[in-house]
């Protein structure tokens, strides 16, 4: 199975500051048909995840254009450019480019 | 707009089945390039992708897991299930159901876009 580990694990983030999470694969996550099969997403507590990223840099519809997703072969970071208060939460990183697909342990950010 | 809505028994015992029904509506689980899948939550924890089921049917199971749980679909209700056999207090989640396409508009995608609202399933004697 490929291990997705995320960092931090917590993260305090400023109202108005960027932030940055950072999601490694323990081998590449490159699928056969060149696409990388990365995304992000973001669940506020009581909630089901939310898509933000997928296919690593691609925004999912109605997403902020202050998320951003970047990276390669085994090397992922999220960015928020600004953060804001409905932010808060925590974000897990996914890949879907082999079976079984695996989740980061996930990111908490708070305020 | 896509609707997925799971629904379960909420208690379960140690060493019974467990049975999941995800609903949905905007969507038919039989089109083309569609992943329906099931993932867990144990309380305060992370995310365990469980299985998925294809449009055309193929499965696919976490090894994890393989040996105590089935994934199905029912075309003429539109939905699909999950079976858990023999299951423990380790099994205690909330259950989600999601969709992954494989486009995301023209662009192909294999992420997970829309998300049941999830079922607590705790598993005590």
Redesign the interface.
């Known amino acids: ?1 490929i291990v997705m580990t995320q960092t931090p694990l917590s993260s305090p983030a400023t109202l108005g500051q960027p932030a940055s999470i950072s999601c490694r694969s323990s081998q590449s996550v490159v699928h056969s ?1 060149g ?1 990388t ?1 990365l ?1 992000w ?1 973001h669940q506020r507590p009581g909630q ?4 933000l990223i ?2 690593t840099s ?1 925004r ?2 109605g997403v902020p254009d202050r998320f951003s997703g970047s990276g390669a072969r085994t090397d992922f970071t999220l960015n928020i450019s600004r953060v804001e208060a409905e932010d808060v939460g ?1 974000y ?1 990183c ?1 890949q ?2 082999h ?8 990111t908490k950010v708070e305020i | 707009q896509v609707q997925l809505q799971e629904s379960g028994p909420g208690l379960i015992k140690p060493s019974e089945t467990l049975s999941l029904t995800c609903i949905v509506s905007g969507d038919s689980i039989t089109s083309r390039g569609h992943y329906w ?1 099931w993932i867990r939550q144990p309380p305060g924890k ?4 469980i299985a ?1 089921i294809f449009s055309t049917g193929t499965t ?5 897991l393989a040996g105590r749980i089935t994934i199905f679909q029912d075309t003429s209700k539109n939905q699909f299930s999950l079976k858990m056999r023999s299951v423990t207090a380790a099994d205690t989640a909330i259950y ?1 159901c ?1 969709r ?1 396409p494989e486009f ?2 023209s ?7 829309s ?4 079922a607590l399933v705790t598993v005590s004697s």
């Open positions: 199975d048909d696409n099969y995304s997403l089901p995840p939310r898509l997928y296919k691609n999912f519809s925590v897990y996914m879907a480019t079976f079984p697909w695996t989740f980061g342990q996930g | 899948g992370g995310l365990e992708w998925n696919y199971y976490n090894p994890s989600f999601a992954a995301c508009g662009s192909t995608c294999l992420a997970f876009d998300w049941g609202q999830g």
